[in-house]
């Protein structure tokens, strides 16, 4: 099944967009309301802990929800890899819901880029790596 969608994204018009970033744009809505999502979340674990103090549950099992319900603030690092020309960056700006790294037929980001956030798009290099800010 794979082999087939990949044959059938090789061979498909330019015109048309890829399967992926017209699946995968759809995401946008729930990645502009993150943090309410959070907080959300926050607010669930926190109950199940109370919960679980009333039920005088281990404190071996409050402690790992207590740790689950701190990570929610961490940063993460997604890292996406693959070979050149194979939608990475198409990939990206899909799930940013906009076009912040550029695409095209021929590779485009040859360096590593490094996507954070930042009041407004824009790029600083140090080195061989590229600080793609995004206000986002």
């Given at each position: 099944m794979l082999s087939h969608l990949w044959k059938w994204q090789l061979f498909r018009p330019l015109s048309q967009p890829p399967l992926f970033k017209r699946h995968?744009?759809?995401?946008s809505p729930i990645v502009s309301h993150k943090q309410e999502l959070v907080e959300r979340t926050r607010g669930l674990v926190q109950s199940v802990i109370e919960v679980l103090r009333a039920m005088t549950a281990k404190e071996?099992?409050?402690?790992q929800l207590q740790?689950?319900?701190?990570?929610?603030?961490?940063?993460?690092?997604?890292?996406v890899v693959g070979e050149f020309n194979?939608?990475?960056?198409?990939?990206?700006?899909?799930?940013?819901?906009?076009?912040?790294?550029?695409e095209g037929v021929l590779p485009t980001t040859a360096l590593l880029?490094?996507?954070?956030?930042?009041?407004?798009h824009g790029q600083v290099q140090e080195g061989n790596v590229i600080h793609e800010m995004v206000p986002v």
């Amino acid at each position: 099944m794979l082999s087939h969608l990949w044959k059938w994204q090789l061979f498909r018009p330019l015109s048309q967009p890829p399967l992926f970033k017209r699946h995968v744009s759809s995401l946008s809505p729930i990645v502009s309301h993150k943090q309410e999502l959070v907080e959300r979340t926050r607010g669930l674990v926190q109950s199940v802990i109370e919960v679980l103090r009333a039920m005088t549950a281990k404190e071996s099992d409050i402690a790992q929800l207590q740790v689950a319900r701190d990570q929610l603030d961490q940063l993460f690092l997604l890292v996406v890899v693959g070979e050149f020309n194979s939608g990475k960056s198409t990939l990206i700006n899909a799930l940013l819901g906009g076009t912040y790294l550029k695409e095209g037929v021929l590779p485009t980001t040859a360096l590593l880029h490094h996507v954070c956030y930042g009041e407004r798009h824009g790029q600083v290099q140090e080195g061989n790596v590229i600080h793609e800010m995004v206000p986002v």
